[in-house]
């Protein structure tokens, strides 16, 4: 089983529509979660932490389930500039922090 | 704001040269990092660095990789004798504190060739 692993879309979507990605890690020694985005030949940009109580931030929103060991982005009211390859990253404590980063789930909003 | 800086945007060489990637992470973090992505693939840990030296590194950062903080602000990724299969972008990034707590702010990347 991957480390992380989150399905790779791609997601189409019209502006304007409610779209969630799903992200699932595997070691229960995962300690810190976020999310970053990545257009297309550019570097990760951070995109915000997740908490455990669940958190927002604007149109996101993140929640973690340690006990089902999954992650969620939650993006309302999409726009054609939500489109990106959304990466979920975890942080294992393996005596140092080890930063495993999912393959990402492409989004594609349509006007 | 403050970013991480990479030098050269995109490096060409041949098989068997050496090559040196060059970083200048945010001023006041601590924690240096680099990372490979091979086109259409994952983001791949290589090293971390703190305090003057490696602190973690990956199965992938063998012997032909090495790193190096020879002032106060450059951050070197060298790769001794380069491989086709090291061609990839590989990305600079640091952080004020241990990833755990603290994001990774990542350069633009150097995009390797290798021929």
């Known amino acids: 089983r991957k480390e992380v692993e989150q399905d790779p879309g791609p997601f189409n979507v019209p502006e304007g529509a409610t779209v969630a990605f799903n992200c699932t890690y595997s070691?229960?020694?995962?300690?810190?979660f976020f999310w970053y985005r990545q257009d297309c030949r550019k570097e990760p940009k951070l995109l915000m932490s997740?908490?455990?109580s669940g958190n927002e931030d604007g149109r996101f929103t993140a929640q973690l389930n340690r006990a089902s060991q999954y992650i969620s982005l939650l993006i309302r009211d999409s726009k054609l500039s939500d489109s990106a390859t959304y990466l979920c990253?975890?942080?294992?404590?393996?005596?140092?922090?080890?930063?495993?980063f999912g393959a990402g789930t492409r989004l594609f909003v349509k006007a | 704001e403050p970013e991480v800086t990479q030098t050269p945007s995109h490096q060409v060489t041949q098989m068997g040269q050496e090559v040196i990637l060059r970083c200048v992470p945010i001023?006041?973090?601590?924690?240096f990092y680099w990372y490979r992505q091979i086109l259409g693939q994952k983001v791949e840990f290589l090293v971390s660095?703190?305090?003057?030296?490696?602190?973690?590194k990956s199965e992938i950062f063998d012997d032909q990789f090495s790193v190096e903080r020879p002032d106060g602000s450059n951050f070197t990724l060298k790769i001794r004798s380069t491989k086709l299969e090291d061609s990839a972008m590989y990305f600079c990034?640091?952080?004020?504190?241990?990833?755990?707590?603290?994001?990774?702010?990542f350069g633009n990347g150097t995009r390797l060739t290798v021929t």
């Open positions: 990253v975890v942080i294992l404590n393996t005596g140092g922090f080890k930063t495993i």
């Open positions: 660095f703190y305090n003057n030296e490696i602190s973690e």
């Open positions: 070691n229960s020694a995962s300690q810190s």
């Open positions: 997740v908490y455990s």
């Open positions: 001023s006041n973090h601590l924690y």
């Open positions: 990034a640091s952080s004020e504190r241990s990833t755990r707590n603290s994001p990774l702010h």
